[in-house]
């Protein structure tokens, strides 16, 4: 088995740049060197992924930057001792020790665990003090071999006697489950000690879980969830008190993280977990009603674009296959009201193919899958929502009550409703404690049932009516929007759709032009049109800026995401310009407004229409109301606003300066040694 590190893979006391993205792609391509990674590449952009979800610097001047990745042959640390140090968001300052580790996408158990020893090593500040001292690449490697050598495995542990301390028990988790995980669970433990309680760490990660007893769990007055992932088997713990918080503070706050735990045992009005979901916020960092309610959104969001992009794709494949009156109601005497795909799909097969052929049956068939997953639309939005509020029992009565609210033609605003109505309804029926023998049934019967009955009652009762007549009478205003009122609404959603680029305000406009596409008619294919272009525009100017109008005005790390975002652009995922926005958001959030506002108001002023949600240009056989002639029209409204973003973008970095001196990227690549003031 090759050994986890070699002296090719550690560098002492060097500059590799002022950025923690320098740093780990330098780190990156001593992994490829040692010929242990095949692609540096793609090695970084696996790490830099990993590093954008959550900060891996970590208390006391330490970063581990990791991640899984198909170009890794052989897991992997790469070491460095950074002068001069750099910021990787560690909660006290810049990091000068810095372990990369890179895993294989399918790394074997017994690797995974190696590297958990070693991440558990960095809580230990002998082993850190070490590694600052080390004169020499062998010292290092031999540091890090002994933390993680094999050691005798403990006996099985006897039943714990009651000490008189307190008890609490805890589970910590994280995306990777390579390095966080067991940090937090030795930084918890260790702060427990200091403390005076007792306390038993469950680690779900990628070296094996071994599940905390049920005895210990009965005996707990408190837990600790610190996660970045769903806990397993949640409900184990139901009616516990609960402080919950992000891996992460496990490791840099481990002493407050026990300190509330100890508090909310005392507490009768702490949060409590309950059947599989923790009941309220958590007392570590409660959310304010907006968050909250931004949160929820999104997450039926995000659950939710899967069926409409799925669905709507598979619609427009359908009309290029059948044509567009495979939608239409039948003609034939036995259709009974039908549409062309389903008389189709009900009185032919491949065997047996209708008189238009293979291809047209193929459309048909494409057609209605893509209806059936667009049905899906409301419920999955409003199953989802209920989901990000009370967990797993509130998903069954936010899917009926979003199939209801479909049923009455209230539409996404109906399903957003009912998702909180079902959400609300599953967290409150959950909340109160109940009898040991009822927390089973809790989840899965008795929640979802009054839950149900409680939304879907209310929408049906008394809130349908009025919000199927709002829908309605929005679907009508849409459709018959021309001239200056559609040129506004253009303007209006290319300005939310490059704000925040994949954030609530661009999912807002998404959603928007989804549901109407669901509804049909003109004036929605118009507003889906002119929000897959103006949210094109973002990625696609950052490439074209980067890469071929300025390039000396972007670091190299800039030019490299601004080759990807050409692709990115093009498939209509504005989440390629996130990298530019974060690095300068004052520059290029306004940029990129400007231009996805002309490009919504050409594309509606010219009466584009897209059958399609997403696929960006791919999607060409979707663009109308005829077809090619359309499509050319449309890509150049984004090629218009793409130049209007990069043209105003540059002539902001060369005559706008925020802090009144050249950024140190143009510094960089300029030559500048000192700020110069404009």
Not at 39 to 61: C, I
Not at 282 to 298: D, H, M, T, Y
Not at 344 to 352: A, F, I, M, R
Not at 523 to 543: H, T, Y
């Amino acid at each position: 088995m090759p050994a986890l590190i070699t002296r090719d893979l550690v560098t002492l006391d060097v500059d590799l740049g002022p950025d923690r993205s320098d740093v780990i792609r330098a780190l990156a391509t001593l992994v490829v060197g040692a010929g242990r990674a095949t692609e540096v590449d793609s090695l970084y952009a696996d790490a830099w992924a990993r590093e954008q979800k959550t900060d891996t610097g970590l208390g006391g001047g330490i970063a581990i930057p990791h991640c899984r990745s198909a170009s890794v042959t052989a897991p992997s640390l790469a070491f460095a001792r950074l002068d001069p140090k750099v910021d990787f968001g560690g909660f006290d300052g810049p990091a000068d020790i810095v372990f990369m580790i890179a895993a294989p996408a399918g790394g074997d158990e017994l690797h995974l665990q190696l590297l958990a020893k070693l991440a558990r090593s960095l809580v230990n500040e002998d082993f850190v003090a070490a590694l600052r001292s080390a004169r020499t690449p062998d010292e290092i490697v031999a540091l890090v071999e002994k933390a993680t050598a094999d050691e005798p495995a403990p006996a099985p542990a006897a039943p714990v006697a009651d000490s008189g301390r307190p008890v609490l028990v805890g589970v910590t988790s994280c995306a990777t489950g390579i390095a966080h995980t067991y940090m937090a669970a030795d930084a918890l433990t260790n702060a427990a000690k200091k403390l005076g309680v007792e306390l038993h760490i469950e680690t779900q990660g990628s070296a094996g879980m071994t599940p905390l007893d049920p005895a210990l769990i009965e005996r707990a007055e408190a837990v600790i969830f610190a996660n970045d992932v769903d806990v397993r088997d949640r409900g184990r713990f139901a009616g516990k008190p609960v402080v919950q918080a992000p891996v992460k503070r496990g490791i840099d706050h481990p002493e407050d993280m026990v300190r509330e735990a100890l508090a909310a045992a005392k507490d009768p009005n702490a949060a409590r977990v309950q059947g599989g979901e923790s009941s309220g916020s958590s007392n570590v960092r409660a959310e304010s009603v907006g968050a909250e309610i931004k949160r929820v959104l999104l997450t039926g969001v995000s659950y939710m674009i899967p069926f409409v992009a799925g669905g709507g794709l598979l619609i427009a494949l359908g009309f290029l296959m059948a044509g567009y009156a495979i939608s239409l109601g039948s003609s034939a005497a036995d259709a009974g009201g039908a549409s062309n795909a389903v008389y189709t799909l009900q009185h032919y097969t491949l065997l047996n193919l209708p008189p238009e052929g293979l291809v047209y049956y193929l459309g048909a068939a494409a057609f209605q899958i893509g209806g059936l997953s667009f049905g899906f639309l409301v419920p999955a939005l409003a199953g989802y929502i209920a989901y990000a509020i009370a967990d797993r029992p509130g998903i069954a009565p936010g899917f009926v009550v979003g199939a209801v609210s479909g049923f009455l033609g209230a539409g996404f605003l109906g399903g957003i409703v009912g998702g909180f109505l079902a959400g609300y309804a599953a967290r409150l029926i959950g909340k109160p404690a109940v009898p040991r023998w009822l927390r089973g049934l809790m989840p899965v019967v008795i929640i979802p049932l009054l839950a149900s009955i409680i939304a879907s009652g209310l929408m049906i009762l008394i809130l349908g009516g009025p919000i199927a007549a709002v829908t309605k009478g929005l679907t009508t205003f849409l459709n018959g929007l021309s001239g200056g009122g559609a040129i506004i609404l253009g303007i209006v959603l290319g300005l939310m759709m490059c704000f925040d680029l994949g954030g609530p305000v661009n999912k807002t406009a998404y959603v928007f032009a989804t549901t109407g596409l669901a509804a049909g008619g003109a004036g929605s294919f118009r507003i889906m049109a002119a929000v897959m272009a103006a949210g094109m525009v973002p990625p696609l100017a950052m490439a074209f800026a980067s890469t071929v109008l300025y390039r000396r005005g972007f670091s190299e790390v800039e030019r490299e995401n601004g080759a990807a975002a050409w692709l990115l652009g093009a498939s209509f995922i504005s989440e390629g310009a996130i990298p530019f926005a974060a690095a300068d958001p004052l520059r290029v959030i306004p940029s990129s407004m400007l231009g996805g506002a002309v490009t919504g108001a050409l594309s509606m002023a010219l009466g584009l229409q897209s059958r399609a949600p997403h696929g960006g240009i791919f999607v060409f056989f979707a663009i109308g109301p005829s077809f090619l002639a359309s499509f050319f029209l449309w890509l150049g409204t984004i090629l218009i606003g793409a130049a209007v973003t990069a043209v105003s973008l540059v002539a902001l970095k060369r005559f706008v300066r925020p802090d009144g001196a050249i950024p140190i990227e143009e510094r960089a690549t300029a030559g500048a040694a000192q700020p110069v003031a404009v």
